[in-house]
């Protein structure tokens, strides 16, 4: 282990957090200076001071071994989301938003993991700022901090890859260009694109439409969005606006989050082959469509009318595939066929490459595909089945990769479980509220539904389910590593 390339790493990352909360710095002053009430500027000053002195302290002396490989790619991301969270949950114990630290830490870790589970039960009377920073955690976390360093500090070493492949969400890392650093960038620049476009046709829709919409709501929601988070700054969520247009515009951008955000880059360049041929959007589209189709049959009846439903059944069908866990309706009243239906969609997620969670629909067309070739030669012991995925052929250590990963999500979410049983809820809310928490959804069933929250979880059960938000947004194996006594030893 490369201990002292591994904090250098890390002291960078802090310094980039303490740039990046100085924008609800700013939003905070904007509101203070036109009378609003508002957080104490402290709140954030105290935080960017101190990342900015450990950071400033950890990269002071660079060192002169600075190789990145494996093992130290999965260190550095394990602990810079766990020590991101330690700090950014001070703003909300200073300012008083979130005066319990755990609670607070909860809420941080629920961010930047794009889970979007809370612990808040009032929320439009936080300040501003408060509300900023809690959807803009969604934001920064949904394309990852360290994929956000290697696209904006230069590096000369080449091995980027080592770092980025640690936080990548899917069981392969695509580059779209041959350096890792401009990859890095130009799937910023598409990420940054879509927000501003999801913020401009809120803002403009809802003024045609006669809803006007605050701008401030638009970009926060956007944010939220764009990390497929799910933080509202409504205690109703987007059902507390009663506004069909932004219903469905918030449909579509959580749809496109949970898109492969390579084939984005495809279409740019002219390539649209590449994306009519990606066999994860078809599933992940074939998914969709046919569990609005099932839940829209299933639930009508209580609507007063068919279109309610219609845009209800997609936007949570979409709320939960693409992981973002914003709601217009309260499933949890929904039909047992409706609800089952949502907790399948909660575990397939959306595609790999995107902002979303959950399990990946191309590890379970890979599970498909391998159980499909394993019967085949079972049948035809002599003859020689492949796998294969977009006209081309899987490499068996992947095969092995994504059953290994099945493996530990299984023992995860059994074990996790069992744990969090201690509090005595019902088995619902349970299972559930890990299922929810591992995939990074938010919402869950029961007492963690749409209209519920994780308050009243022990500080056990909370640190259990922490566990779990950063196992989900990380593929599992960074976490595990840092919990792995020969991690830590030093190379011989």
Known sequence: ???????????????????????????????????????????????????????????????????????????????????????????????????????????????????????????????????????????????GILTFMIAVVPRAKGNSMFIMRAEAPGPTLGKVVSKIGSSARILYIIYLAMTLLEILVLFVGTRITGENIRLFDCVVNAL?????????????????????????????????????????????????????????????????????????????????????????????????????GFCTADFDKWPTFSKVILLILMCFGASAGSTGGGFKIVRIEFLVKQMIADFKQLVRPNAIVRVRMNGKTVEPRIVKEIKSYLNVYVILLVVSTLLISVDNFDTTTTFTSVVSCLNNIGPALSVTGPTGNYADFSVFSKFVLIFDMLAGRLELFPVLLLINPSTWRKAK
Do not use: Q
């Open 1 to 143: 282990m490369n201990y002292r390339a591994v904090s250098y790493f890390l002291g960078r990352i802090f310094i980039i957090l303490a740039l990046l909360l100085c924008l609800p710095l700013l939003v905070n002053a904007y509101y203070i200076l036109n009378g609003f009430y508002e957080a104490n500027p402290l709140s954030f000053v105290i935080p960017i001071l101190l990342l900015l002195a450990v950071g400033n302290a950890l990269t002071v002396k660079k060192p002169k071994n600075t190789d990145i490989y494996s093992k130290e790619g999965f260190v550095i991301c394990g602990l810079a989301w766990i020590l991101m969270s330690v700090f950014g949950a001070l703003p909300f114990v200073i300012s008083g938003a979130i005066p319990n630290y755990i609670d607070a830490f909860f809420e941080t870790i629920s961010g930047f993991t794009t889970t979007g589970s809370s612990i808040l039960s009032e929320i439009e009377s936080l300040p501003k700022s408060i509300l900023f920073w809690r959807s803009f955690t969604h934001w920064i976390g949904g394309m």
């Open 224 to 324: 939220s969005n764009a990390g497929t988070g799910g933080f509202s700054v409504l205690n109703d969520s987007i059902k507390g606006y009663n506004s069909p247009f932004t219903e469905w515009v918030i449909i579509v951008f959580m749809f496109l989050y949970g898109v492969n955000f390579n084939l984005y880059y495809y279409l740019l360049i002219g390539k649209p082959s590449n994306v009519l041929r990606d066999e994860e959007l078809r599933g992940y589209m074939i998914s969709n469509l046919a569990g609005v189709l099932l839940i829209t049959l299933n639930i009508y009846s209580m609507y007063s009318s068919l279109s309610t439903a219609v845009r209800d059944a997609f936007f949570n069908v979409n709320a939960v595939m693409s992981t973002t």
